[in-house]
């Protein structure tokens, strides 16, 4: 079974400061991973998209990276600001199946304090 | 450009009645996603449409949910006597046409509180 595990489930840090999110899936077979930014009350909004043959992408102050050998995809956010305050979705597709194959992890509730 | 949007932002409803949640998607996508999120978890995929046609509901969780896309544009979810288990957010994603490699638009989802 296709599953997606993100840890950890909630995250408190000051302003300024990095943080790391993790994501382990068991995917198969594998087609792109993504991370998604969702604030309280709206959709979710895609950060990054890497295919097998990326193993790190960066949007502004953030920058994914993926190892497909082990399964395993980060979330590196560096000098936090409060809008960072979110939750993070990591959602991997595999070829193949419902709604292009997408699974989702639960997220990881991020808060950041000044 | 005008993004995902859906109506309405929220709705309560009784238990055992009948609800329309409505999606417009950007212009010009093909694709249309309906996934359904409680508190605290990842969106669940319910449905999604490629053009007119519903390519893949494997999502849903009973005959009491259904949804359509006509024109290939808009869509409606429909839930018929509705149960207190359905309240969740009901978000709707449009892409440029599916496969997995084209990226998901998001709306602001239906808050959907049954009473």
């Known amino acids: 079974k296709n599953q997606v595990e993100q840890s950890p489930q909630s995250l408190i840090i000051l302003e300024g400061k990095n943080c790391t999110l993790q994501?382990?899936?068991?995917?198969?077979?594998?087609?792109?991973l993504r991370w998604y930014k969702q604030d309280t009350g709206r959709g979710p909004v895609s950060l990054t998209i890497?295919?097998?043959?990326?193993n790190t992408k960066s949007n502004g102050r953030y920058t994914a990276t993926l190892d497909a050998d082990t399964k395993q995809s980060s979330l590196h956010i560096t000098a936090s600001q409060l809008s960072d305050s979110a939750s993070y979705i990591c959602v991997v597709s595999a070829n193949g199946g419902g709604a292009d194959g997408l699974t989702f992890g639960k997220g990881t509730h991020l808060i950041i304090q000044p | 450009g005008a993004g995902v949007s859906q109506t309405p932002s929220n709705k309560v409803t009784e238990k055992g009645k009948y609800v329309e949640l409505r999606c417009d998607p950007i212009?010009?996508?093909?694709?249309l996603y309906w996934y359904r999120q409680s508190l605290g978890q990842g969106p669940e995929f319910l449905i999604y449409f490629q053009g007119t046609g519903a390519a893949d509901d494997s999502g849903l969780p009973n005959d009491r949910f259904f949804a359509v896309r006509p024109e290939g544009s808009v869509s409606t979810l429909k839930i018929q006597r509705t149960e207190r288990g359905d309240s969740a957010v009901y978000l709707c994603?449009?892409?440029?046409?599916?496969?997995?490699?084209?990226?998901?638009?998001f709306g602001p989802g239906t808050r959907l509180t049954v009473t």
């Open positions: 890497m295919t097998f043959s990326e």
């Open positions: 994603a449009s892409s440029l046409t599916s496969g997995g490699a084209y990226e998901q638009y």
């Open positions: 994501c382990n899936y068991t995917v198969s077979p594998f087609s792109n």
């Open positions: 212009s010009g996508h093909t694709a």
